[in-house]
């Protein structure tokens, strides 16, 4: 068991981002950015309280990281930690804000 679980688009994310990772760097490059990010998710699980809040972006209880350039949006307080999104830190607040909203648990 890993102690967390990702939502379902949020899996969707990780492929999309590894997909276009993987045609502008490589293959290699965009499997070390997922596997950059799925460590970062291992490391929130016992302490899962480390990241900032997003109050520009939501007010539901989540937290959020940042791994590279992209921002996790998690639910902390959820057993086993659920990932509700992976995006590039860059994007809008407002689509961030959208996506997260769509994405209710």
Known sequence: MTGYDLHPE???DLDEL??????EAG??????LVDDI???I???VPF????DRRPDLTSRPLRFIVVRDYLIAYAPDEKPLWVIAVMHGR???RVMARILRGRDQ
């Not at 590894?18 to 045609?23: D, H, N, R, V």
């Not at 293959?27 to 070390?32: I, K, L, W």
């Not at 899962?48 to 990241?51: L, T, Y």
């Open 10 to 12: 949020a899996f969707s």
């Open 18 to 23: 590894a997909a276009y990772i993987g045609q």
């Open 27 to 32: 293959a290699g490059a965009a499997h070390r």
């Open 38 to 40: 799925y460590k970062a």
């Open 42 to 44: 291992q490391v929130l």
């Open 48 to 51: 899962p309280h480390q990241g």
């Open 91 to 93: 994007r809008s607040p």
